[in-house]
């Protein structure tokens, strides 16, 4: 199972305040829990190590450290390069003892079967929309839309958490555009990937 969490700490924005989750960061949490199953970029099957008996799960702590609007795209940005870069260790379990034995030496990479990007847009009365928006610019629009497509232009999510209308038109320019944005933000991991593996 794969578990998100978003915190939004007092130290990345002065909007929010050090204590229990807020609302914008459980909103966040739920969005990045959505966008998982939607795109279904991993398959619990896979992280099963033997079946009814034992499974990864793996908790994926997405911080803000510097809070300047657009979460969302950033949290599956930020997970979905976490993600790419998880080794799991083998593990087995002692037929004798019926206890799990891990081979930290031996370790494979999590198979990732879709990849979701995030692309976030300021809607402005249904006349201007503006990719990745700044805080300031989500706090002047007068709504938002987030769109999550995968690497075949496949659409896994549409968020929009109220806020101004959207035409069919002005909703699938927005698509088309994710589309484009995701080829960007692919090359970009993978290129950020390859530079940080070990040669």
């Not at 008996?53 to 994926?60: E, P, S």
């Not at 599956?76 to 998880?86: E, G, S, T, Y």
């Not at 993978?190 to 530079?195: A, F, G, L, Y």
Request: net charge negative; charged share 25%.
């Amino acid at each position: 199972y794969l578990v998100p969490n978003v915190e939004l700490p007092s130290l990345c924005s002065e909007r929010f305040r050090s204590g229990p989750p807020g609302e914008e960061a459980q909103a966040a949490s739920q969005f990045i829990a959505d966008v998982i199953e939607n795109s279904q970029m991993i398959v619990k099957e896979d992280l099963c190590i033997a079946n009814g008996k034992l499974a990864w799960v793996l908790y994926c702590d997405i911080i803000c450290l510097d809070y300047d609007g657009n979460l969302l795209d950033a949290s599956v940005f930020a997970l979905l390069a976490a993600l790419k870069n998880v080794q799991l260790p083998s593990v087995i379990i002692n037929e004798e003892t019926g206890l799990s034995e891990v081979n930290l030496k031996q370790k494979t990479p999590l198979t990732i079967r879709k990849y979701p990007v995030a692309t976030s847009f300021a809607i402005f009365d249904d006349a201007l929309l503006i990719v990745d928006p700044t805080a300031e610019e989500e706090d002047l629009a007068t709504g938002t839309v987030t769109i999550v497509t995968d690497e075949e232009g496949r659409l896994c999510s549409v968020h929009k958490p109220g806020g101004s209308p959207l035409t069919g038109a002005k909703l699938q320019d927005c698509i088309t555009r994710a589309i484009t944005r995701h080829k960007e933000v692919k090359k970009l991991i993978d290129k950020v990937i390859k530079s940080i593996m070990p040669k």
